[in-house]
């Protein structure tokens, strides 16, 4: 059974920087683009970023280019989110799936609250 299990949020100021990690478990991922996505309340899910299966390409939502970036080490099967000069509106509820993404494999996601 796959599973992503996403990890490294938190509370921090405007202005901040958070890490997120997913980890893959029950199947690898090293030949898929993966992605990461968020979900603030009342909100639909959107897109954050993509990076292709060898980290060639990648691509991010308007609202986070310059800020975030996006990278993965297949041997850990694992997909990082390195969040800089968070803003308020970033909060969310974040999650990392395939890009594009599979309805049965969203994890739990990790909470991202960016205060003021």
């Known amino acids: 059974q796959v599973q992503l299990v996403e990890s490294g949020g938190g509370l921090v100021q405007a202005g901040g920087s958070l890490g997120l990690s997913c980890t893959a478990s029950g199947r690898t991922f090293n030949m898929d683009t993966m992605g990461w996505f968020r979900q603030a309340p009342g909100k639909e899910r959107e897109f954050v970023a993509r990076i292709s299966w060898d980290s060639s390409r990648t691509g991010y939502a308007d609202s986070v280019k310059g800020r975030f970036t996006i990278s993965r080490d297949n041997v850990k099967n694992t997909v990082y989110l390195q969040m800089n000069s968070l803003k308020v509106e970033d909060t969310a509820v974040y999650y990392c799936?395939?890009?594009?993404?599979?309805?049965?494999?969203w994890g739990q996601g990790t909470q991202v609250t960016v205060s003021s």
């Open positions: 799936n395939t890009y594009p993404p599979s309805i049965g494999s």
